[in-house]
């Protein structure tokens, strides 16, 4: 099943004085393009969306079924206007969001605390039920050991983030061939890779790389266009990150013009 980003959303919002002046500009159409952003703003990191590079909005644009142009001119309205985003010129958020995810992770952590308090109780428990197990058979003793060992891998598989590592692509890689299935034989890769690296903001740093690459875009003799399965083969993954597709720059001027 697909990862549900979870977030609250109160059930009057309509009647919010910001929200109402930004109705009466762009109607409910604007009630809506507003939800889906916030909701495209759930799914990244730290609940902030990069405006700095020039393909920025397209991304969004297309989520909203409307052109970039009108989809940065309504970003902009609700930052400045409506006052609905805030932004510092290279992201921006919403800071209702940033509170509710707050107060969602200060629940997440006490939950999680709990639940490992509980985890090292029951840990002790079954220590000390396998001592007793192994006097009086240690066989008996080798089938629990062998039992925890699958329950921590079966543990640390659901851990693997297959729909975090799509969305990043997505997101980032607006200009390579888009995805719409995690297939098998993707999440053996996604699995793969992430047992060495255990770190989104490396497949993050991959895949905007990939992206403002012309060689892996199409501009090459063949105009070929990489994938997410070609990025995460391992020898690929590899040279993406250690610069190998980097756009050449070369010297005009005393100054480094890149060449596309």
């Not at 409506?82 to 940033?98: I, K, M, P, R, Y």
């Not at 543990?155 to 692509?169: A, F, G, V």
């Not at 105009?223 to 980097?246: C, H, P, Q, R, S």
Request: glycine share 4%; with cysteine; proline share 1%.
């Amino acid at each position: 099943m697909k990862d549900a980003y979870y977030f609250s959303h109160d059930s009057n919002a309509r009647h919010d004085p910001k929200i109402l002046s930004m109705i009466s500009v762009y109607g409910m159409a604007g009630y809506g393009w507003y939800w889906v952003i916030i909701e495209i703003l759930r799914e990244q990191e730290d609940y902030k969306f990069s405006i700095i590079k020039e393909h920025s909005y397209n991304a969004i644009a297309m989520q909203l079924y409307i052109d970039c142009n009108a989809a940065k001119k309504f970003i902009d309205d609700c930052i400045n206007e409506f006052e609905l985003f805030v932004s510092d010129g290279q992201c921006f958020w919403s800071e209702s969001l940033l509170e509710r995810m707050q107060i969602l992770a200060d629940k997440r952590r006490k939950l999680s605390e709990n639940a490992a308090k509980r985890w090292k109780k029951q840990a002790q428990k079954d220590d000390s039920n396998a001592i007793a197990m192994q006097k009086q058979c240690k066989s008996n003793a080798s089938k629990v050991k062998e039992s925890k060992v699958n329950n921590i891998k079966e543990y640390k598989e659901k851990e693997i983030p297959y729909n975090k590592i799509k969305d990043l692509y997505l997101t980032n890689c607006t200009l390579l061939p888009e995805i719409k299935d995690l297939t098998d034989k993707r999440k053996i890769s996604i699995k793969a890779r992430w047992k060495k690296y255990y770190d989104l903001s490396i497949f993050e740093n991959l895949f905007k790389k990939a992206n403002s690459s012309a060689f892996l875009t199409g501009d090459n003799d063949k105009n070929w266009t990489a994938n997410f399965d070609w990025l995460l083969n391992e020898n690929n993954m590899i040279k993406v990150l250690e610069g190998n597709y980097d756009n050449k720059r070369k010297m005009i001027g005393g100054k480094k013009i890149e060449k596309l």
